[in-house]
């Protein structure tokens, strides 16, 4: 039970920090890479596509962070938490600082 606790923190964060960026550039009209672009992950899609996924993500995070019962007395969830923001956000400012470079 308490290994679901921490896996729910770690994706929670994952899940949340991947909404940011496609919800922000969906909303301001941008495209940006999501996995239904041709080629997956790398082509750009439309605006209305990354508000959705966006949306989707923060949507998924939500419901493994409320599930992982992270609250202000506990630190190790949070930890695993940040861990998992870091763990996608890192990787993704390097992908995404090339979708300018392409």
Do not use: D
Not at 52 to 58: M, S
Not at 60 to 65: N, R
Request: aromatic share 14%; charged share 10%; hydrophobic share 55%.
């Amino acid at each position: 039970m308490i290994l679901q606790i921490y896996l729910c923190a770690f994706f929670a964060g994952i899940f949340l920090a991947n909404a940011i960026p496609h919800f922000v550039q969906g909303i301001s009209g941008n495209k940006f890479p999501t996995p239904f672009a041709k080629p997956p992950g790398l082509g750009l899609s439309s605006a209305p596509v990354n508000v959705v996924w966006g949306l989707f993500n923060a949507i998924i995070g939500t419901i493994l962070f409320i599930y992982s019962h992270i609250s202000a007395e506990t630190t190790l969830p949070w930890v695993v938490f940040f861990a998992g923001v870091a763990l996608i956000s890192v990787p993704m400012s390097i992908r995404f600082a090339k979708k300018h470079k392409e």
